[in-house]
Structures are given as structure tokens and as C-alpha cells.
């Protein structure tokens, strides 16, 4: 496949995960973007995980196969501002429509705009005149604006890995004016879903913008114009494909299929985060066993729920509603040879996992907002094709508008969560062949490649239609 581009891809987000490096729960956003880097090669520009008391570092690099990792230490109290503050307390929740755990404070705002001049004055130190510069996330919205104040001219995209909220949730925020007016620095904003640009077309047309809606995705606003498009994450099949049928063979995966002892897995994992919804999940289990009293004994619930943002309060509660719920449940259900729910708060290997995703018999993921979810997506790739197991989807994550031959269902409704996944549990072998098949066949037209491609296609574009005549 030929490249968009020869350019220097240098992707800039708060996170940065190196491959060696044992970091924390990958999100989404890492493993989409390890992916697209080790393809293309490039710069990934980032927080390098520590704290300073003093000011933030100057960016070291390291370099790993065909990626340059730049990254920075950033000042303690600027961090728990911008990010556990204004990213995880505002943002987060706005952009999952969950207006109810937003928790404001002005200094934290103060700390989320300190920190995004800081990336900006750091990335300077390391960009060439024809770099690409893409942008990821909701944590660095004013990147571009900081950048353009200080003269850079470099193609400068956005994309946003969570889903965008319509102007009757986004304007809840305070700062959103400030918001809306960073994201019309970008010369291309992208977003998972029709629904979230849809989102953003509805902010943009109040008078705090104003935009015009030209052809082609082409939006004209105070101070130029801009792309705005749907660009929906992918993975690389073939490599999820290959990584789960090598790890079926290893003695770790080997050990965990034996324990089932013939019992149909049923496996979830997420990030122990509220929009995954994992005590709604858990209930909804509970109402499998109860409706449908066969399983008992016959199935095995494997929910892997890594901490996440443990810094911020409702995270840590969570966690101890999830242990609640998980204990009462395996107390009301489990005989002497039989639990009904197993439950690791840790990561486990990427190798590892996607053994137990290829000897799963139903793949659970059920958020009750995501932007795309990747676990769905790699569950699907993960299976074998002559054996597949059944992806159950809930319907408010993004990767349901691709992946309509899952079981899709409503995460806020036990009953339907429950029949679904009855549903993949008996559904016969040819339908699943059918259904993974057509999943697969999504899964490849819009793969890890062609995101990246169409996105770096959409910066170069926006270049020669705003270059002066
Ligand atoms: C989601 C977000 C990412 C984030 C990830 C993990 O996927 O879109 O930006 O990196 O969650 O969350 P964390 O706060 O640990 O980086």
C-alpha cells in the first residue's frame, strides 16, 4: 500500500505508550496509535508518565524500530489540574454524556490551558518545517491555537477518540466557548462516528461560531476553514488474527482453558471506568443465571477491569461497588465446584488476552457511551474463523454503527443484556460463521491503515485548497 504521505508524522497525546514499557491500562487511543505508528514510522510527542516539582522537562527522545518517542515531565500540580482536574472531572464525562459527575474548579481550567502552552513550547523544540502534526484527544483541544500563536504553520489535525456531545450537553461545560473556539485552529478535525460529527456541526452552528457548511466536509469559520470528518478507528486484522492463534499454544492460555473445565467462557474487559457500565454488566449476568437457570454451572464470567485514573474519586468508587457486586453475586450463584464470575482488577498481556478472547464464547462489551471501543473490534479478529464465538455490543458504543452483525443490545436494559447473551450462547455454528464473517469483511475495509491514511489524505488536502493563489 503506498503512503499519504512521505512528511514526518509526528502524533502528539497525553499519553504515550512505548511497546517495552509496562505502562498503565491502555485505552483505545494507544493501542490505535502504537498501531498507526509502527506502520508509518514518526515521532510520538507525549507525557513521559513522571512528575516534577519543578518545571516541566525538556523532551527526550528514544528511538524504537521505525518511532522516535519524545516525551516530557510535566509539573505535579499542573498535572492533577489538566488531567485528573479538567480532562477527567469536565471533559471525560461531558463527552460520555454523563453531566451528573462533572466536578469544576476555575484553577483546574487555569491548569488545562497552562499545560497545553507547556506541550506546545516543548513540541516547538523538536518540529521541522514539513511536519505533519496530528493531535489526539481530548486533553490537548487548545494545542493547535497555542501553536498557531507562537507561528507554526505545519498542517495541524485534531482527533477525538471519545464521542463528541450535542450543544444541549457540551454548553453544561464551563469553558466551552474557549473550547469550540480551539478546536477552528485545526486544519482537520476528525471524529469516530456521524453521530459525534453530527454532535459538533450542532456546536459550530450557534452564534459562538457561526460556521458555514461548505461541500465536502468543509466548514468555513472566523478565521478560515477547516475539514471536519468521520474517520473510524480500525485495527490490523491479520495481526490480531495471527497474535491469538500463536497464544492458544501457550501454557498460560493452555492453563486457563483447562480451569474452565468445558464450561463456555464469557469474557469482558475494560478500564474500570463508569461509562463502561461494569456493575450494570454484572447485573445483567446475574439475570442470565437467573432466566435462564441452564447456565448455571455451564458458563464462566471472566470481567478483566484494570484501575484506571485512581486519582479521581468516583474511579476509586467504583471499584468498590464492582467488588461488592461481584461478591454477591458468586455468593448467591456459586456451588462447590463452580463460580460464576471471575474477577482480575489488573492488565494482563496483550498476547495473553487475545488467547482468552479466541476461547471465549461470547465477547461482552457493553459501555454505556464509547467513542469506538477497540475490545470489540479486536474480540471479532481475534476468533477462529471455522469456531468464531459471538461479540454482544451495546449499541451506544461507537463500534456498533460498523459492527451490526454483533448481538447488539442496551446496556441500560438487564433483560436485553441478558437475552443477548443467551443468544450468542446457543446461536448455531453457521450463523456465526455467517456473522463473523461480515464482521471481518467490515474489519479490513477500514482498518488501522486506511484511518490513518484517509486522516494524513484529509490534512494534505485542506494544505492545497488554502494555499494562497
Ligand atoms: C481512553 C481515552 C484515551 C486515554 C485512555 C486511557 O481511550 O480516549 O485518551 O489515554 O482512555 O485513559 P488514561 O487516562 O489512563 O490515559
Same mark, same amino acid.
Given at each position: 500500500?503506498?503512503?499519504?504521505?512521505?512528511?514526518?508524522?509526528?502524533?502528539?497525546?497525553?499519553?504515550?505508550?512505548?511497546?517495552?514499557?509496562?505502562?498503565?491500562?491502555?485505552?483505545?487511543?494507544?493501542?490505535?496509535?502504537?498501531?498507526?505508528?509502527?506502520?508509518?514510522?514518526?515521532?510520538?510527542?507525549?507525557?513521559?508518565?513522571?512528575?516534577?516539582?519543578?518545571?516541566?522537562?525538556?523532551?527526550?527522545?528514544?528511538?524504537?524500530?521505525?518511532?522516535?518517542?519524545?516525551?516530557?515531565?510535566?509539573?505535579?500540580?499542573?498535572?492533577?489540574?489538566?488531567?485528573?482536574?479538567?480532562?477527567?472531572?469536565?471533559?471525560?464525562?461531558?463527552?460520555?454524556?454523563?453531566?451528573?459527575?462533572?466536578?469544576?474548579?476555575?484553577?483546574?481550567?487555569?491548569?488545562?490551558?497552562?499545560?497545553?502552552?507547556?506541550?506546545?513550547?516543548?513540541?516547538?523544540?523538536?518540529?521541522?518545517?514539513?511536519?505533519?502534526?496530528?493531535?489526539?484527544?481530548?486533553?490537548?483541544?487548545?494545542?493547535?491555537?497555542?501553536?498557531?500563536?507562537?507561528?507554526?504553520?505545519?498542517?495541524?489535525?485534531?482527533?477525538?477518540?471519545?464521542?463528541?456531545?450535542?450543544?444541549?450537553?457540551?454548553?453544561?461545560?464551563?469553558?466551552?466557548?474557549?473550547?469550540?473556539?480551539?478546536?477552528?485552529?485545526?486544519?482537520?478535525?476528525?471524529?469516530?462516528?456521524?453521530?459525534?460529527?453530527?454532535?459538533?456541526?450542532?456546536?459550530?452552528?450557534?452564534?459562538?461560531?457561526?460556521?458555514?457548511?461548505?461541500?465536502?466536509?468543509?466548514?468555513?469559520?472566523?478565521?478560515?476553514?477547516?475539514?471536519?470528518?468521520?474517520?473510524?478507528?480500525?485495527?490490523?486484522?491479520?495481526?490480531?488474527?495471527?497474535?491469538?492463534?500463536?497464544?492458544?499454544?501457550?501454557?498460560?492460555?493452555?492453563?486457563?482453558?483447562?480451569?474452565?473445565?468445558?464450561?463456555?467462557?464469557?469474557?469482558?474487559?475494560?478500564?474500570?471506568?463508569?461509562?463502561?457500565?461494569?456493575?450494570?454488566?454484572?447485573?445483567?449476568?446475574?439475570?442470565?443465571?437467573?432466566?435462564?437457570?441452564?447456565?448455571?454451572?455451564?458458563?464462566?464470567?471472566?470481567?478483566?477491569?484494570?484501575?484506571?485514573?485512581?486519582?479521581? &474519586?468516583?474511579? =476509586?468508587? !467504583?471499584?468498590?461497588?464492582?467488588?461488592?457486586?461481584?461478591? /454477591?453475586?458468586?455468593? #448467591? +450463584?456459586? *456451588?462447590?465446584?463452580?463460580?460464576?464470575?471471575?474477577?482480575?482488577?489488573?492488565?494482563?498481556?496483550?498476547?495473553?488476552?487475545?488467547?482468552?478472547?479466541?476461547?471465549?464464547?461470547?465477547?461482552?462489551?457493553?459501555?454505556?457511551?464509547?467513542?469506538?471501543?477497540?475490545?470489540?473490534?479486536?474480540?471479532?479478529?481475534?476468533?477462529?474463523?471455522?469456531?468464531?464465538?459471538?461479540?454482544?455490543?451495546?449499541?451506544?458504543?461507537?463500534?456498533?454503527?460498523?459492527?451490526?452483525?454483533?448481538?447488539?443490545?442496551?446496556?441500560?436494559?438487564?433483560?436485553?443484556?441478558?437475552?443477548?447473551?443467551?443468544?450468542?450462547?446457543?446461536?448455531?455454528?453457521?450463523?456465526?460463521?455467517? &456473522?463473523?464473517? =461480515?464482521? !471481518?469483511?467490515?474489519?479490513?475495509?477500514?482498518?488501522?491503515? /486506511?484511518?490513518?491514511? #484517509? +486522516?494524513? *489524505?484529509?490534512?494534505?488536502?485542506?494544505?492545497?485548497?488554502?494555499?494562497?493563489?
Amino acid at each position: 500500500m503506498t503512503d499519504a504521505s512521505d512528511q514526518r508524522l509526528v502524533i502528539v497525546s497525553n499519553r504515550v505508550a512505548r511497546p517495552k514499557k509496562k505502562g498503565a491500562a491502555a485505552g483505545g487511543l494507544a493501542v490505535g496509535v502504537l498501531a498507526a505508528l509502527q506502520e508509518h514510522g514518526g515521532v510520538w510527542f507525549g507525557w513521559n508518565g513522571k512528575l516534577t516539582d519543578g518545571e516541566a522537562t525538556d523532551p527526550e527522545v528514544i528511538t524504537e524500530e521505525n518511532i522516535d518517542y519524545a516525551t516530557i515531565a510535566l509539573n505535579e500540580v499542573d498535572y492533577e489540574q489538566y488531567y485528573n482536574g479538567y480532562s477527567n472531572r469536565v471533559l471525560w464525562p461531558v463527552c460520555h454524556y454523563m453531566l451528573d459527575f462533572i466536578q469544576y474548579d476555575a484553577a483546574d481550567f487555569e491548569g488545562y490551558r497552562r499545560v497545553n502552552a507547556v506541550f506546545a513550547r516543548k513540541l516547538m523544540s523538536i518540529l521541522r518545517p514539513d511536519d505533519i502534526i496530528w493531535v489526539h484527544d481530548y486533553h490537548l483541544i487548545p494545542l493547535a491555537s497555542e501553536l498557531r500563536a507562537a507561528g507554526v504553520t505545519n498542517p495541524i489535525g485534531f482527533f477525538l477518540h471519545v464521542p463528541f456531545p450535542s450543544y444541549e450537553a457540551f454548553r453544561a461545560v464551563p469553558g466551552h466557548e474557549y473550547l469550540l473556539r480551539a478546536m477552528c485552529a485545526y486544519d482537520v478535525l476528525g471524529f469516530h462516528t456521524a453521530g459525534d460529527l453530527a454532535a459538533f456541526e450542532t456546536c459550530v452552528r450557534e452564534p459562538i461560531i457561526g460556521a458555514d457548511f461548505l461541500d465536502d466536509h468543509v466548514i468555513r469559520v472566523p478565521g478560515g476553514q477547516l475539514i471536519a470528518d468521520v474517520f473510524p478507528i480500525g485495527i490490523d486484522v491479520a495481526q490480531i488474527t495471527d497474535l491469538a492463534a500463536a497464544a492458544t499454544g501457550t501454557e498460560e492460555v493452555k492453563k486457563m482453558f483447562r480451569s474452565l473445565e468445558g464450561r463456555d467462557l464469557i469474557i469482558g474487559v475494560d478500564r474500570l471506568d463508569y461509562s463502561k457500565a461494569l456493575k450494570q454488566r454484572l447485573l445483567s449476568y446475574e439475570r442470565l443465571l437467573e432466566r435462564y437457570p441452564d447456565t448455571r454451572s455451564h458458563v464462566t464470567m471472566m470481567q478483566i477491569a484494570p484501575p484506571t485514573r485512581t486519582g479521581v &474519586r468516583t474511579y =476509586d468508587e !467504583i471499584r468498590s461497588q464492582l467488588e461488592r457486586t461481584s461478591g /454477591r453475586i458468586n455468593g #448467591r +450463584f456459586a *456451588e462447590s465446584d463452580w463460580v460464576p464470575i471471575r474477577y482480575l482488577n489488573k492488565g494482563i498481556s496483550r498476547d495473553q488476552l487475545m488467547g482468552f478472547f479466541r476461547h471465549a464464547k461470547v465477547g461482552l462489551v457493553t459501555p454505556v457511551r464509547d467513542g469506538m471501543n477497540l475490545v470489540a473490534k479486536e474480540y471479532v479478529a481475534a476468533q477462529d474463523p471455522a469456531d468464531p464465538g459471538m461479540l454482544v455490543l451495546s449499541s451506544l458504543a461507537g463500534a456498533a454503527r460498523e459492527l451490526k452483525s454483533a448481538v447488539i443490545v442496551n446496556p441500560y436494559d438487564r433483560d436485553d443484556v441478558a437475552d443477548g447473551i443467551a443468544t450468542a450462547l446457543a446461536m448455531p455454528l453457521e450463523e456465526r460463521k455467517q &456473522r463473523h464473517a =461480515d464482521m !471481518i469483511d467490515v474489519l479490513r475495509r477500514n482498518d488501522i491503515t /486506511r484511518w490513518r491514511t #484517509r +486522516f494524513v *489524505e484529509a490534512l494534505l488536502r485542506k494544505r492545497e485548497f488554502s494555499k494562497p493563489a
